[in-house]
Every structure is written in C-alpha cells, then in structure tokens.
C-alpha cells in the first residue's frame, strides 16, 4: 500500500490520473474531503472512531491510516456519510430564487480588458501610468467604475450559476461530491475525480479553427462586405465596436445580400462547433495548452460548454437555462458509466513548461 505522503504529494503536483484507478489513492481523497472542524468531528462520532490528534493535517494522516486497514468498508462508510451531508447541502439551496437573480443581469460587459486579475489590470492601466492626482481622480467617475461595476457583477454571476451547476450534478446518482473544498476536485464520477470548469467556445479557438479551415479573418471579411455592400462604419472604434456595428447593420438593411454574409459567418462558426462536438479531445487539448498562465492547471477536468448557436457572444445566458442544463448533463452522467478511462486520457504540453502533462479529461456540450 502506498504512503499518505505519496498521495499527498502526487495530489499537489495535480497528477490525479493515478487516484481513478487506485481504491487506496480515493480514499484519501475522499477522507480530505472531510477534513473539516465540524465535519470530521460528526463522521468521527457517527462511526465510533477515536483519535487522538488535534490539529487537522495530523487529524487527516491519523484518520487515513486507520481507514485504510479496511479499504473496502471504508469507502462505504465514507460514501454513506458524504451523501446523506450533500443531501443536506442540496435540500439548502433556494434553486427558484437564485435563478430568478441571476436573469435579472442582462448584460454581461467586464468593462475592461484584462483576462486573469482586476487587481493587475487596476495597476498597469491607471497606478504605473497616469501620474497626475485629478486625472487619475477623474477616472473614478467613467473607465474605473465601469471596470469595478463590471468586474463585481460578471464574477458574481459567474459564482452563483456555477453553484447551480454543480447542484445539477451533485444531485446525480453516479456523482459523489466533495464535502469540503478540495483542491482540483469538486466531485467523483464514477470514481474519477473531476474538477468542472463551465466555459464557452473560445473566441480564439474559433479564431485558430477559421485559419486551419481557410476561412478568412472574421473582421476583415466583415470590412470587405460593408464596402461592397455600401455599410459606413466608425473605422476609429474598437475591433468589437466595429464587429458590432457592421453586423448589426447588415441585419438592419435586411437585404439578401446583407443576410447572406450573417449567414455565411453562423455557418463557418456553427462548421467550427460541428468539429468540436465530434472530436471533444481535441477542444479540450487546446483548452489546457492555452488556459491562463496564472491558472494553470494539469488536474482531471470536466469542460461544460455552452454555445448559443444563433448568437455565440450570448451563450453566457445558458448558465441559467435549467430547462436546457439539467437534461443535457442527466444525459451525459446516465451514459459515463459506459466510458473507459482509456478514452479520457490526453497528453498536452504547456508554454514554458518543458514536461508533457497527462490528464483524464472530457467534454460536454450544451448547445441551444
């Protein structure tokens, strides 16, 4: 049998291949998952297990060494008890209320370009540039509030549809969550351990699929159209000002010629996520090669994708769609158990880093 420090240190270096296929490597997850003050305490009594450690990182390898003098029986008892305390989670969450909220966004504007930290966008933008007080002072009442504003609504949205998310699969009977917060896990199904990741198809991944199909440059296709079609555009704004505009116009004037570039666009796009759908593994490579270099991780994860077919930029909106969320994910979970672990294996490699990672890893699609 395998050390506590040999899954302990394979858990921290994000290797989670290895916990799927090992009952001894699951158990010491799932025993982390209960490594809380009050939540070992109640497994501890429930179970007539005494110890004698008081802190938890020794309450963790002392309460492991005795589970694992009976594996089998211990995944039971484990098992049952995060059950019946994920039933008391589920039974909390006001599922009606929250998803009234949340359809009371009804934009979704970051108000800024920064990608992994407001906190860096802040500093680089306004604190290392801008040395004067009342210009810097002057920026509260426009860019800086718009950006904050933004910031706070989209990551709060964000937080509580993606709770809504994991209730749906938390509720599933092949899906065993975690009770606490485990790092790079956020539950089990069938046995493998996930952490969920809710995104949509990436604006650059659609980008790198038109050149490989030898589709032309979405913008610049948009440009040559409006000049042929006699669109006038603010050629000074923004390159998502000018897609905006020159799109919006096109439908506007509603001529066949106008409807058909629309068209010919949603059909490359919709050729794009065709490819996806069919060949998962490889959205999900590209996911992991180029996720933020902040963020990075290499730990097994679930991709939820949500796609609007009619209007891609819209697909945030299916975050709150339960009538199109729970029977696309009940869907996928009925049938995991016919999936190999073999099937969800890939290899990726990362800029800068100069190992090739492994991962189990796959997709699921929510497409309206």
Not at 18 to 39: A, C, P, Q
Not at 55 to 82: A, C, G, M, R, T
Not at 234 to 252: F, G, N
Request: net charge neutral; aromatic share 12%; charged share 30%.
């Amino acid at each position: 049998m395998k050390s506590f420090e040999y899954w302990k240190k394979l858990h921290e270096s994000e290797k989670l291949e290895e916990f799927s296929t090992d009952t001894d490597g699951l158990l010491w997850l799932k025993t982390k998952s209960i490594v809380r003050k009050d939540i070992i305490s109640e497994f501890l009594a429930q179970n007539d297990i005494t110890i004698e450690s008081t802190s938890l990182n020794s309450q963790f390898i002392e309460l492991f060494d005795i589970l694992s003098k009976n594996v089998p029986n211990s995944h039971k008892l484990l098992d049952e008890y995060i059950i019946t305390k994920n039933k008391e989670l589920l039974a909390d969450l006001d599922e009606k209320q929250l998803v009234s909220e949340l359809y009371k966004l009804k934009t979704f504007d970051w108000g800024g370009d920064y990608q992994n930290s407001l906190d860096k966008y802040l500093v680089s933008r306004y604190v290392k540039v801008i040395k004067s007080y009342d210009t810097l002072i002057s920026k509260f009442d426009t860019e800086i509030s718009t950006a904050v504003q933004g910031y706070v609504l989209n990551s709060w949205y964000n937080h509580w549809s993606s709770i809504l998310i994991e209730h749906i699969f938390k509720s599933h009977k092949s899906v065993l969550p975690t009770v606490g917060q485990i790092k790079h896990v956020d539950f089990f199904i069938g046995n493998v351990p996930f952490d969920l990741k809710v995104t949509y198809l990436p604006a650059e991944y659609i980008k790198s699929k038109r050149n490989e199909f030898g589709y032309p440059v979405e913008l610049t296709f948009l440009k040559s159209k409006a000049k042929e079609l006699g669109i006038d555009f603010d050629k000074t704004a923004s390159s998502t000002d000018i897609y905006y505009e020159i799109t919006e116009k096109l439908k506007d004037k509603g001529t066949a010629e106008c409807l058909q570039v629309v068209e010919t666009l949603k059909g490359e796009k919709l050729a794009i996520l065709d490819e996806a759908q069919k060949k998962p593994h490889i959205l999900a490579k590209w996911l992991y090669e180029n996720q933020g270099e902040m963020r990075f991780g290499s730990e097994n994860r679930l991709f939820l994708v949500l796609v609007d077919s009619d209007d891609f930029a819209g697909s945030w909106k299916l975050k709150r769609n339960m009538d199109l969320l729970k029977p696309a994910i009940k869907t996928y979970l009925d049938a995991f158990s016919k999936k190999k672990i073999s099937d969800l294996k890939i290899e990726f490699k990362f800029k800068g880093k100069p190992q090739t990672f492994s991962t189990l890893t796959d997709v699921v699609f929510i497409v309206k």
